[in-house]
């Protein structure tokens, strides 16, 4: 007869069993699926060929979450084909931005977070394999763009990768340059060389190199002439203001003892101006007291 098993040791062996899963998925995971986690949702209006899920979120190249799904989405109003990116951020690799105290909800944190210039952007891991990664960017001076179309998750700003960018300069160039009429351009190019062929094998135009090679011998001639008289007109300047400088010295030489003088004579002069006026203020008072002294005489 069989011994029945006891169910304290078989409790005990199912308890210990769970135990080393836990223990075993703790050390395989260094405990990630402890931490806290929040899922966003980001909407691109571009390829995103090259991205997976399992694809990292990376902010200045530090891993801060990864990848969980991606879809393809119709926008209504404008017939757009979007593609919805779903990720999901570890707090504890930037939990600087996930722990501000003064915010109520993580709606307003990211609001708040995409107003000082949050922006996600899809960046080429490597050039050669086209794997894709979605970087976390602070852009402040790009506009928020979000389409509102998923209630169940908060939606995260996108702005356009740089291969995107290039691609779309390099395709508008081409576009440009599509666009030049060169086969009109060759045609007015070859007229105008065939013009200008023309004009230098004609005979007006060798009459006016001709015209223009005498007009500069003469004009060479006539420089070599206002040379020679320019020598000639200097000397003669220069011995003009030789003679003048002399003649000033003779004259400040003459007017020094006249300038001597001239206080002197000055000095008579008014002297003289003076008794006249005295004698003509006294003749003044005289006539004023006997005018009839005009007339009779003085008494």
């Known amino acids: 007869m069989s011994k ?6 078989i409790g005990a062996f199912v308890i210990g069993a769970l135990l080393i899963t836990v223990v075993g998925l703790t050390a395989f995971s260094s405990g990630q699926w402890l931490a806290k986690k929040s899922q966003f949702v980001i909407y691109f209006n571009e390829s995103v060929n090259g991205l997976s899920v399992g694809a990292l979120v990376k902010m200045q190249g530090v891993p801060i979450g990864k990848v969980i799904d991606i879809q393809v989405q119709l926008e209504p109003n404008s017939q757009r084909i979007l593609t919805p990116v779903f990720i999901e951020i570890d707090h ?3 939990s600087q931005f996930m722990a501000i105290g ?3 909800s993580q709606q307003a944190l990211m609001t708040r ?3 000082e210039g949050l922006r996600m952007q899809l960046q080429y891991t490597s050039l050669v394999t086209g794997q894709l990664y979605v970087e976390t960017l602070l852009r402040p001076e790009s506009p928020i763009k979000l389409t509102d ?4 998750f908060i939606e995260l700003s996108a702005v356009t990768s740089s291969s995107q960018e290039v691609q ?3 395709t508008e160039a081409i576009r440009g340059i599509q666009n030049i009429p060169f086969e009109t351009l060759s045609a007015e190019v070859i007229l105008t060389l065939k ?3 023309q004009l230098i094998g004609s005979e007006d135009m060798r009459q006016s190199v001709r015209s223009l090679a005498r007009a500069l ?3 060479e001639s006539i420089l070599a002439k206002v040379d020679k008289k320019a020598e000639k007109i200097t000397t003669e300047l220069h011995g003009t203001l030789h003679y003048s400088h002399r003649a000033m010295k003779k004259i400040d030489a003459a007017a020094e003892p006249i300038l001597e003088e001239l206080p002197k004579n000055l000095n008579a002069t008014l002297d003289e101006i003076s008794r006249s006026a005295q004698s003509l203020r006294l003749l003044a008072d005289y006539l004023e007291q006997h005018p009839e002294a005009l007339i009779r005489g003085k008494r």
Do not use: F, G, T
């Not at 029945?4 to 040791?9: E, G, I, R, W």
């Not at 179309?149 to 169940?152: G, I, K, Q």
């Open 4 to 9: 029945q098993a006891n169910p304290s040791v």
């Open 92 to 94: 504890e690799k930037c």
């Open 102 to 104: 003064d915010i109520e």
């Open 113 to 115: 977070l995409m107003k």
């Open 149 to 152: 179309l998923n209630d169940d």
């Open 168 to 170: 779309k300069n390099v």
């Open 195 to 197: 013009n200008i062929n």
């Open 217 to 219: 011998k003469s004009a």
